[in-house]
């Protein structure tokens, strides 16, 4: 399968916030409720269309107990994304945002897209941080914020996707040296470089960004 | 969009079974014996692993109190036992030693001093009840040593194996982390071997995890039980002990009313040894089973203060003028 591009993505936080029910969302379009806890690393990767190009994201799906920390910092390297997930049923797992955007930012490229997820959005009734204190904390911290539902496939594929939109975006605004692996980004085989896409259509992409769908 | 890939631990559970070669047991041993050292040397591990530890260690710094404050407990029995075998023995021979003296004083100071002889070899005889329920005691602590704790510690060593295991497993992970590629087909299978590695480690660390603490839990509980019961018995027995002899020395004190009363001055030399040695071993042994038990035992153990200090004053008082008419003679006597 030939892409045009392929973006790292890395997906982050605590413990049982849904990250790798996330992915199989995204990658298989199914749900597993009850799973083994992941070992290290787990690995995904699905195409996606941007702007016409085919983007290939290599998801990168981490360990989210704590002993595994430290063999978690080792994956940052050359992520160009990065789906930082809390659980909105459990306050903890939004306290401890903090620590774990420290380790991203300290560990991976200063570029890194950070994409703040709320998870479980289905499980209303028992909702324990509000959506406004989610907003309130990516806006303080640059990042960009979506509420999702791995359940309900709410939102999981604009969250990946939006992200892949604003890496492409920077790429397009030159913010991103694609020739430089440690950036998370890799060109295609047998594709030329040529990253003139007129800039109208980066800046509609951009402004798409952040509009949720509206389901959750 | 298209080209769905992923590829998840449930899928890979039949691909990649335990590698039970040579080189992946040498590699394996490495990094276990990698974790050791650094366990033994004291250098720095990884705070992330060590802190994901925290109620086990917790659990563990608890065993570890209850494994020693046993023994302490323990030794402390043994003393007091003792002690109060030689208090009983001493106090048996100045009872007979006031009767024979007493037998030959024809005053009223012979009178005292056979009945305080009297009370002083049946108070003997009375301490001595107090070794059985103290045998019994000791008896259970030496019991859930060896039975209880040491069964717990064996747990705990097989636990601290596997935590080696896992831990030198995590160490190889986090060094096949460093350069991972998930499009080189090379180096994913030498993660894949490693995560089949520190999957299984971590399944069994986990299950001896929860069986350490879920002991150490019923550990402590037990030994609650069993001091309850324990001292329980003990304190009984002592009220009985000291029921017996107050009421005993409270009438000699009543009979001796309109007597001379006398001043002493060397009473403290005298008495030097076995009382004073029964105290410090009590004191010790009190404080060994407060340490342990701390409120629910310590509202057990409260002692009568005011029939001790009644039969401690009787019997300081009548043993040293004894002592200061017999072995003493040159000490002044002021009747006041």
């Known amino acids: 399968m030939t892409y045009a591009y392929l973006f790292k993505y890395i997906i982050i936080g605590d413990t049982g916030v849904g990250k790798s029910c996330l992915l199989l969302q995204?990658?298989?379009?199914?749900?597993?409720?009850?799973?083994?806890?992941?070992?290290?690393?787990?690995?995904?990767?699905?195409?996606?269309?941007?702007?016409?190009?085919?983007?290939?994201l290599q998801i990168w799906?981490?360990?989210?107990?704590?002993?595994?920390?430290?063999?978690?910092?080792?994956?940052?390297?050359?992520?160009?994304?990065?789906l930082l997930v809390y659980d909105i049923t459990r306050r903890e797992t939004f306290n401890h945002l903090t620590s774990w955007l420290e380790d991203a930012r300290q560990h991976s490229s200063s570029n890194m897209v950070i994409m703040l997820i709320g998870n479980k959005s289905d499980l209303e009734s028992r909702r324990d941080v509000k959506r406004e204190e989610g907003e309130a904390f990516a806006r303080e911290h640059g990042l960009i914020f979506m509420e999702t539902s791995a359940k309900t496939a709410c939102n999981v594929e604009e969250a990946?996707?939006?992200?892949?939109?604003?890496?492409?975006?920077?790429?397009?605004?030159?913010?991103?040296d694609v020739h430089n692996e440690a950036n998370?980004?890799?060109?295609?085989?047998?594709?030329?470089?040529?990253?003139?896409?007129?800039?109208?259509?980066?800046?509609?992409?951009?402004?798409?960004?952040?509009?949720?769908s509206g389901c959750c | 969009m298209s080209g769905h890939k992923c590829s998840y631990p449930w899928d890979l559970q039949d691909r990649y079974p335990q590698d039970k070669s040579v080189v992946n047991k040498m590699q394996q041993k490495y990094w276990e014996t990698k974790q050791a050292f650094i366990k033994a040397t004291g250098k720095k591990e990884d705070e992330h692993v060590v802190a994901s530890d925290a109620d086990l260690d917790a659990k563990l710094e608890l065993f570890h109190s209850i494994q020693r404050t046993c023994l302490d407990l323990s030794k402390a029995i043994v003393l007091y036992q003792k002690r109060i075998c030689?208090?009983?023995?001493?106090?048996?021979?100045?009872?007979?030693?006031?009767?024979?003296?007493?037998?030959?004083?024809?005053?009223?100071?012979?009178?005292?001093?056979?009945?305080?002889?009297?009370?002083?070899?049946?108070?003997?005889?009375?301490r001595l009840a107090l070794r059985n329920p103290l045998c019994r005691f000791h008896q259970e602590v030496e019991t859930f040593r060896h039975r209880a704790i040491s069964d717990t510690w064996l747990t705990v060593n097989r636990m601290e194996q596997c935590r080696t295991e896992y831990r030198g497993a995590l160490l190889w992970m986090k060094d096949v982390s460093q350069e991972l590629d998930?499009?080189?087909?090379?180096?994913?299978?030498?993660?894949?071997?490693?995560?089949?590695?520190?999957?299984?480690?971590?399944?069994?660390?986990?299950?001896?995890?929860?069986?350490?603490?879920?002991?150490?839990?019923?550990?402590?509980?037990?030994?609650?039980?069993?001091?309850?019961?324990?001292?329980?018995?003990?304190?009984?027995?002592?009220l009985h002990f000291w029921e017996k002899t107050s009421h005993t020395m409270a009438a000699i004190h009543e009979s001796f009313k309109g007597y001379q009363p006398y001043e002493f001055t060397t009473l403290k030399v005298k008495l030097e040894g076995p009382l004073e040695n029964l105290e410090r071993s009590k004191v010790l042994f009190i404080s060994q089973a407060k340490s342990i038990a701390e409120s629910i035992i310590m509202s057990g153990l409260r002692m009568p203060k005011r029939e001790l200090c009644l039969q401690q004053s009787l019997f300081f008082t009548v043993s040293g003028f004894i002592m200061i008419i017999h072995c003493n003679p040159k000490a002044q006597i002021q009747p006041s």
């Open chain 1, 160 to 176: 990946f996707i939006n992200t892949a939109k604003e890496i492409y975006r920077k790429i397009q605004q030159g913010l991103f």
């Open chain 1, 26 to 56: 995204f990658t298989d379009k199914r749900f597993q409720p009850v799973h083994d806890l992941t070992i290290g690393v787990e690995f995904g990767a699905r195409m996606v269309n941007i702007d016409g190009k085919q983007i290939k």
């Open chain 2, 182 to 238: 998930p499009d080189l087909y090379k180096q994913m299978e030498k993660f894949r071997k490693v995560q089949t590695q520190v999957r299984l480690a971590k399944k069994n660390f986990d299950k001896l995890k929860m069986d350490v603490c879920q002991k150490v839990d019923l550990l402590g509980a037990s030994r609650c039980n069993l001091l309850s019961h324990m001292l329980a018995t003990y304190q009984t027995t002592l």
């Open chain 2, 86 to 126: 030689f208090l009983s023995q001493e106090e048996n021979e100045l009872g007979k030693f006031l009767r024979s003296q007493g037998f030959q004083d024809k005053t009223r100071a012979g009178k005292m001093m056979q009945a305080t002889g009297k009370a002083l070899c049946f108070s003997s005889q009375q």
């Open chain 1, 61 to 82: 799906d981490t360990a989210g107990q704590e002993s595994f920390r430290s063999i978690t910092r080792s994956y940052y390297r050359g992520a160009a994304g990065a």
């Open chain 1, 184 to 212: 998370g980004i890799k060109i295609g085989p047998q594709q030329s470089i040529s990253t003139s896409v007129g800039p109208s259509a980066s800046q509609r992409n951009s402004r798409d960004i952040g509009s949720n």
